[in-house]
């Protein structure tokens, strides 16, 4: 599964997380890899779905074979379902089997005793009711109901009626009886019978279809290949279907309508992504062919079922978002790496789950490296170890066998650490030996699972090289390195000194292979040394004091650091050392002393540094409250704002420049307003807003009469909320609001939609609106609910009610809205 939105973990930062008890109180139950007693082999499905009722009619059977040990029994999950009828299938008769069932696990009693390895078949005939189904006794769950319904009835006129599944962890189950653990797979079919109108998706191909005499349909869709049960997929719906190839196996984009023409530019890049793979793996892609689809209120982000990729809804952008990029390219990224790791070798359990997610979250950087150049995939890789630092889980070892929840494995350690540390080995071992280990580990363990150790075999084999201590330290342990980098200089001995200090807390201390470049004007030395103690010492004679020490000059060690340099030694580091890393910590020095003129040289620099990230990223540091700031990179920021190739940059440009409030630049605002770009578009009406009030009103309710997302949408609502409440605009800014799918940009929008709630007076709209927001808190994907439930109750619905209690005492509009907003926090205040 794919990690989920930037906000959201953000968010989640921000707030206390009550999450922690969770883990210390289970932390004592070992979580053993699921013992096989029976052996999937085959299932057969034929399903119906029941629209009115949120109902699948299913007919399946499942072909097994004792693993080793003789038994006459069988244990299937099938989560809250209607059993109708088990029995074993003899030929073409049914022999009816006893069985027991607790509404979560299915025992049966086998006619005989099985030896291992000896096939049978049995038939089950079920009625799947995911919106019914309890765990322990609680309420209907939300989450984990495997299968989905959305707007079934058609009753909401702004959502299409779709079906989607979602399998991982274990989730499936509730719409097929199976052995639900990710050390189990077989090949299936599935038959499923869907208004003719629809189209569907499931693993494999689509090998036949067939027209029923009362207006449905029956898809045949058949996988040759064997796979686990939680990457079984079913997809419904009103969708196109896009068709591009790799090798003369189907590659298609499955998009709702209006998205038919954009689709292309949001997965179009696909092929050359699987070539890229098999390129590095040297593992020809395995599957019959490839779809990636969208789901409406999609529960995590995307999920990497054989051949048939669920990605959330906020995929489909729309031609003006694309300008600036195709913000879920590493989506697509991501989900296809799975289609080998994870897929193709498949986690033997949930403990190792980094075999998965490790190598999904790095190949973003792999891609992002191959794509775009080397600053896009440091760029990337820093993001994800900042995602880890940021995430305080130095308690969790990356394998870990003691966790509360499953759930709970897919976070920063699983995803962000794993692939940091997937980055590490490939530094120390070279590329061709990594990509040589990846080859290995992938056909040796192909169409069964894996876990940490054969990682580490597949990579000792290759390299000839004992890699315990890496994965001791790194797969079997916690935390990362904390160090403190000082150096001396001695002239006169013509000796310096760089001293690494390992400040993490306690005594565990980490060793680590590190490449340090000593620079005497541009030419360099490189020194290879072991920091492997609490303290280290290096020691280099020289004639003349070296300009720079660049410790781990590659930048790939993922540690927290401080680092003792100087201006001089950064300014070095921008000019000569080439890495992404390199120049971004010159940056962040000089912005903490901007008003030193070296340090506003470099910035000036920076502004127009090769890697367009990086100059965006300048222009974000940069204070203008200094004046002398102020005034020396005005003309870089106008000539930016006007001829940077980079919507992005421009629209940072823009955004500062706005903020000089000068007259002069006015003709540039009207004129890049008209960008297509929404974030260019965006930041030239909010620079207008500050010059001409009036102008940028009028801008604002042209724009207002047709639909707007990104930074364009947010501007424009702003406007017309700073411009007097406006309760004629009520449709237009709840309308913005409401077109964002939960995203990052829907959290970014959140606050400004509240306090424009906080100023509207009228009842019937303050409800509509409260609703929404009531609709984005239960939306959010599980994993997050227990921290950004009670964040929209406390800091966002309550901020709205405090507001209107001013003058409430003689308002009973006003206290009516109040009770209504506290109505609301009190359905979900469990969290
Ligand atoms: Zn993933």
């Known amino acids: ?190 038959y499923m019978t869907v208004p003719e109108k629809y189209v569907t998706l499931s693993n494999g191909l689509l090998t036949s279809q067939k027209k029923n005499a009362d207006g449905t349909r029956t898809d045949y869709w058949k996988m040759d290949l064997p796979h686990a049960p939680y990457l079984f997929f079913m997809g419904v719906g009103d969708y196109a279907i896009i068709k591009d190839a790799y090798k003369g196996k189907e590659v298609s984009y499955y998009v709702e309508k209006p998205y038919a023409a954009v689709a292309r530019k949001i997965f179009g890049l696909t092929p050359e992504m699987i070539a890229f793979y098999v390129k590095i793996t040297g593992v020809e892609y395995p599957w019959a062919k490839y779809s990636q689809i969208t789901g409406r209120d999609y529960v995590s982000g995307a999920m990497e079922n054989t051949t048939a990729t669920l990605h959330t809804d906020a995929l489909q952008q729309d031609a003006r978002e694309l300008v600036d990029g195709n913000k879920f390219e590493e989506y697509v990224a991501h989900e296809l790496f799975h289609q080998w790791f994870g897929d193709l070798v498949t986690t033997e359990s949930w403990s190792n789950l980094t075999v998965n997610e490790s190598f999904a979250n790095y190949s973003e950087v792999l891609w992002s490296q191959y794509k775009y150049g080397k600053d896009a995939g440091d760029d990337k890789n820093f993001e994800d170890m900042q995602g880890y630092l940021g995430s305080h889980s130095e308690s969790k070892d990356l394998v870990r066998f003691h966790y509360a929840d499953k759930e709970d494995m897919f976070d920063a350690v699983s995803y962000n650490k794993g692939g940091r540390i997937l980055h590490m080995l490939r530094t120390y071992l070279g590329d061709s030996a990594f990509f040589k280990g990846l080859n290995l580990y992938l056909i040796t363990n192909k169409f069964k699972t894996g876990e940490a150790h054969q990682l580490r075999l597949a990579f000792e084999e290759v390299s000839g090289l004992d890699l315990n201590w890496f994965f001791n330290q790194w797969y079997f342990g916690s935390g990362n390195p904390k160090v403190e980098i000082s150096y001396a200089y001695d002239d006169a001995a013509g000796k ?97 002393n901007q008003e030193d003129p070296k340090a506003l040289s470099l910035l000036k620099t920076a502004m127009k540094d090769h890697y367009y990230a990086l100059r965006s990223y300048t222009i974000g540091e940069m204070d203008i409250k200094k004046a002398g700031v102020k005034n020396e990179i005005e003309p870089l920021l106008a000539d930016i704002a006007k001829n940077d190739a980079k919507p992005t940059v421009r ?143 406390n800091m966002i619905l309550r901020s709205i009610a405090n507001k209107k209690k001013t003058g409430a005492q003689s308002s009973p509009d006003l206290q009516e809205q109040i009770k209504y907003i506290n109505s609301k926090i009190e359905e979900k205040k469990g969290f």
């Not at 999450?19 to 499905?45: C, F, M, W």
């Open 1 to 190: 599964m794919m990690k989920l939105f930037l906000i959201c973990s953000l968010l989640v930062l921000a707030i206390a997380s009550n999450g922690q008890s969770r883990d210390e109180n289970q932390a004592e139950v070992y979580r053993a890899t699921s013992p096989r007693i029976n052996d999937l082999v085959h299932t057969k499905l034929d399903v119906k779905f029941d629209y009115n009722k949120s109902y699948l009619y299913g007919k399946a059977w499942i072909t097994l074979k004792p693993h080793f040990y003789a038994t006459d029994s069988l244990m299937l999950d099938a989560k809250g379902m209607d059993i109708n009828k088990i029995a074993l299938v003899k030929g073409t008769a049914l022999a009816p089997l006893k069985y027991k069932y607790d509404g979560m696990v299915l025992t049966i009693k086998l006619d005989k005793e099985y030896a291992a390895n000896t096939a049978y078949t049995v038939y089950i005939d079920y009625t799947s009711k995911p919106n019914e189904i309890k765990v322990k006794g609680s309420d209907a769950i939300k989450n984990a109901k495997g299968l989905y319904f959305i707007n079934p009835k058609g009753e909401d006129k702004d959502k299409p009626t779709q079906i989607w599944t979602q399998g991982e962890t274990e989730a499936n189950s509730v719409w097929f009886p199976t052995i639900d653990k990710p050390n189990q797979r077989c090949t299936d079919e599935i």
């Open 496 to 592: 310096a000194s760089v001293f690494v200090k390992q400040t993490q807390e306690g005594d565990q201390v980490f060793r680590l292979p590190v490449a340090i470049d000593v620079y005497n004007g541009k030419e360099k030395v490189r020194q290879q040394v072991w920091i492997e103690h609490k303290t280290d010492t290096f020691s280099f004679s020289y004639k003349k004091r070296p300009d720079l020490i660049n410790v781990d000059a590659e930048k790939v060690i993922l540690w927290e650091k401080k680092d003792d340099k100087t201006l001089e030694n950064f300014t070095h580091q921008y000019t000569y050392a080439a890495n992404y890393l390199d120049r971004k910590e010159a940056i962040d020095f000089c912005a903490k």
């Open 651 to 793: 629209a940072a440009a823009l955004g500062l420049l706005g903020q000089y409030a000068k007259p002069e630049y006015k003709p540039l605002y009207v004129k890049a307003i008209q960008d297509s770009s929404y974030s260019v578009s965006g930041e030239a009406l909010g620079a207008l807003a500050q010059l001409d009030g009036e102008a940028a009103l009028a801008d604002a309710k042209a724009f207002a009469k047709q639909p707007l997302k990104g930074k364009l949408g947010g501007v424009v609502s702003q406007i017309l909320i700073e411009a007097g409440g406006g309760e004629e605009d009520f449709d237009v800014i709840a309308g913005n609001f409401g077109k964002l799918p939960v995203s990052d940009a829907k959290f970014e929008a959140l606050q400004p939609f509240a306090d424009y709630l906080g100023t509207l007076t009228n009842t019937e709209k303050v409800k509509k609106g409260i609703d929404m927001i009531v609709d984005l808190r239960d939306a959010v994907p599980v994993q997050y609910k227990s921290q950004l439930t009670p964040f929209i109750n």
